[in-house]
């Protein structure tokens, strides 16, 4: 038992008494630098629990002077950012969607906004500059499946397309091939007219006799030229654009199964100043009427 | 010194040292974890959570299994940029049923606890079996092989599992389970009683496809994620921890 302090005879200074095989370690003082960041750490955690939420009390905790909490934080940046963009976003909340395109300054602001917006929020299906994809309708051209004005876009984007929103826009294309409507030779020939509207069909027999389906059968939604209606989205098969394939198999496929693209309502997720910012940037992007 | 002869005894004893190094670590544990059972304000009082509708259960499972949690977290945290991306930051209520909870520590991909009705049934099955067929950029692995049928004769057992740990499964929701698990596929069909037990579930036949896949489930999973609160009911000051 170590009990009384031994001195290592050659530097003179204590031992803490252990000893291996031979070896004693000495029990030097801590560097007076160490100690006193130590207690100075000891001291910030002392006014740390005064200023700060620290000690819990059962079901509720010491709330500390400064009365901090990250979420209501939150609140006072979010209103900050709120402020000081306040005197375009309550100018866009005020101005008519129509007219905003005719100041430059919320015009401007409104681009910049809309693009972040769009970036964040429409890129994963219209693609990073509007160009679309396989059944998302590029937004940088100016043909419109749902109506291309300010009015358009924007009740779209409030809404959605056949989402779960009473004012959504809705339509649907009936299963041709799937509910036997048509046979599946019929259905060629409707496919094979459809081609010739983009001078694409390579059977003008059929196209023929597919011309005559297509009248008792499309036009009502296509429009005659099949050109398309925008009331009921029903987009123009005459221009080559094709939202899932201009190849006979697609269109085949289209008639026999037919298409009902979502879009979800944003209004469900974003403020009625930050859709029009959207909206008059996606006019922008392509040909807005 | 009589504490000097304590300590050579501990020193000396390798089970007591074991022993009293085990209370002293508990105690630092305790004194982090107890105030979190115990302080009112942890989990907050909000309207609308529920626990997870047999399908959606199964997708969480799915996400699991996958390992969804090693690039998505779930979870907005309190900041002006994450609030104005992916939406309201998320409470500790949202995630109270999770078990084990999905909040992650890793964004290699976004944030997916607002996920819910951002984009359409299409849009997550098609980005499931082919991410960069929607977004060139992404580095994301496919997941088409989900379009296998969904295995679903124990669901039930699922939720009773869930109960013992606490997530309030009550004997009407155990004993519908497979049917209500159905039901969420199948729009045409009578999905009252589905909607009653898990209000707001997404009803649809979300690959397309006529038999349950596991992909189905996942997507039901996604679509319901961050939407059960509405937080238009709530003042800030209610939501402060």
Redo the contacts between chains.
Sequence with gaps: ?A?EVEKDHLSGVETTGHEWDGLKELNNPLPKWWLYVLYACIAWAVVYWVLYPAW?L????TKGILGY???????Q??DE?RQSQAQYLDAIAKTPLDQLRGNAELLNFSLAGGRTMFN??C???HGAGGQG????PNLADDKWMWGGTLADIYQTIQHGIRA?DPDTRISQMPRFGADGVLTRPQIDDTAEFVLSLTGTSTDAEAAKRGAVLFAENCVACHGDKGQGTAEVGAPALNDGIWLYGGDKKTVVETITYARG????AWS??LDDTTIKQLAVYVHELGGGK | ?AH??FH?RIEKNVLLMMVLVLITISIGGL?QI??LF????TIEKVAGVRPYSPLELAGFNIYLREGCYNCHSQQVR???DE?E?Y?H?SLAAESMYDHPFQWGSKRTGPDLA?VG???????HV??LIHPQ???PESVMPRYAFLLEPLKFDDVAEHLKTLKVLGVPYDDDMIANAKADLQAQHNPDGDTEGLLKRYPKA?VAKFSGHADLTEMDALVAYLQMLGTLVKFTDYK?AQ???
């Excluded at chain 1, 909490?69 to 609140?75: E, G, I, V």
């Excluded at chain 1, 994809?133 to 998302?136: A, F, P």
Aim: contains cysteine; proline residues 9%; glycine residues 8%.
């Design positions: 038992m009990t819990p059962g079901t509720t905790y909490s990250s979420r209501a934080t939150l609140f940046k979010m950012a964040e929020n890129v994963p299906c994809g396989h059944g998302y779960d693209g979502v879009m979800p469900k997720r | 010194m000097q002869d050579h004194v107890i105030p115990t302080i009112e304000t309190p900041f002006r609030v991306r939406g930051f607002r009705g951002k984009y359409s049934n299409d849009w098609q980005h067929a929607v977004v997404v800030p939501l402060q921890q």
